[in-house]
C-alpha cells in the first residue's frame, strides 16, 4: 500500500517562474494538507483541502499562492513568480477523516529551492 | 494564535543515558502527536496521545500527555545513538489544522 507519494522531490525555480508540486495522498485517504518548512524550523500548516474543496487556508499567503484537490488526480500546490524566499521543503500529508483518532501520514516532500 | 512550545532545541546526550523532550501548548487540546524526521526525510509518526493522563511507550521512547497542565513529554531511556533525529510534537486543534512545535535536535554520542 503506497503511502503519500509527492514529485517531483527537487524542484530548481528562477525567480519569476512558477512551481508546481503534487500529492498524492495515501489510497482511501480524501483529506490532504500542505505544510511548509525552512531550515531548522518546524512545520507551519499552509492549507487543508478536501476533494474538490479548500477547507482552510489560513496558512496560505495571500498573493502567488494557491492549492486544488480535484476530483481525479493529485493535489496541487501552486506558487506563481517564485521569490527567494519560497525556498522550503514542502510537505503533503493525508488521512483518512478530517479530525479522528489517527496521525497524519507524510510524503517524502518537495525541497524547492529559487535561484 | 496556538503556541506550541518545544525545549530544548538541541539536545546532545551520551548514550546509556535518559532525558526528556517538553512540549507545552497554549490553548485547549486532547490530541498531541510526536513525530520523528530524520535529515533530508519525511515526518514519522510516533505516537498519538488522545485524553488526559495518556501514557504511551514504544521501545526507548515514551510520551505522556497532561491536558490540564498543556504539557507533554518524551521520555528516552538508555539514548543509543539510532536516536538521534529531530522529534516534533503537533497538537490538534478543531481538527483542521495541526500545529507543530519548534523540533528538538537530538545528537546521541557514542
Known amino acids: 500500500n503506497a503511502g503519500v507519494m509527492q514529485n517531483p522531490r527537487h524542484l530548481v525555480r528562477r525567480r519569476g517562474q512558477e512551481a508546481r508540486l503534487r500529492c498524492s495522498p495515501m489510497?482511501?485517504?480524501?483529506?490532504v494538507y500542505w505544510y511548509r518548512q525552512l531550515p531548522e524550523e518546524g512545520l507551519k500548516f499552509m492549507v487543508y483541502?478536501?476533494?474538490?474543496?479548500?477547507?482552510?487556508e489560513s496558512g496560505m499567503p495571500k498573493e502567488r499562492f494557491s492549492a486544488e484537490f480535484p476530483k481525479e488526480g493529485p493535489s496541487i500546490l501552486r506558487i506563481q513568480q517564485v521569490v527567494r524566499g519560497d525556498s522550503a521543503a514542502y510537505f503533503c500529508?493525508?488521512?483518512?477523516?478530517?479530525?479522528?483518532?489517527?496521525?497524519?501520514?507524510f510524503g517524502n516532500g518537495t525541497r524547492l529551492t529559487v535561484t | 494564535e496556538l503556541k506550541v512550545e518545544q525545549n530544548p532545541l538541541f539536545l546532545s546526550m551520551q548514550e546509556g543515558k535518559n532525558y526528556t523532550i517538553y512540549c507545552n501548548y497554549s490553548?485547549?487540546?486532547?490530541?498531541l502527536y510526536w513525530y520523528r524526521q530524520d535529515p533530508g526525510k519525511s515526518l514519522e509518526s510516533l505516537f498519538v496521545?488522545?485524553?488526559?493522563?495518556a501514557v504511551k511507550q514504544e521501545g526507548r521512547l515514551m510520551a505522556s500527555l497532561d491536558t490540564k497542565a498543556r504539557l507533554s513529554t518524551l521520555h528516552i531511556t538508555a539514548a543509543v545513538h539510532d536516536l538521534s533525529a529531530t522529534y516534533f510534537c503537533?497538537?490538534?486543534?478543531?481538527?483542521?489544522?495541526?500545529?507543530f512545535g519548534t523540533g528538538t535536535s537530538l545528537t546521541v554520542i557514542p
Open positions: 496521545l488522545l485524553s488526559n493522563g
Open positions: 503537533a497538537v490538534d486543534i478543531a481538527g483542521n489544522q495541526f500545529y
Open positions: 500529508a493525508s488521512s483518512l477523516v478530517g479530525r479522528g483518532n489517527s496521525p497524519l501520514h
Open positions: 489510497k482511501g485517504h480524501s483529506h
Open positions: 490553548t485547549t487540546s486532547d490530541r
Open positions: 483541502l478536501q476533494k474538490e474543496n479548500i477547507i482552510d
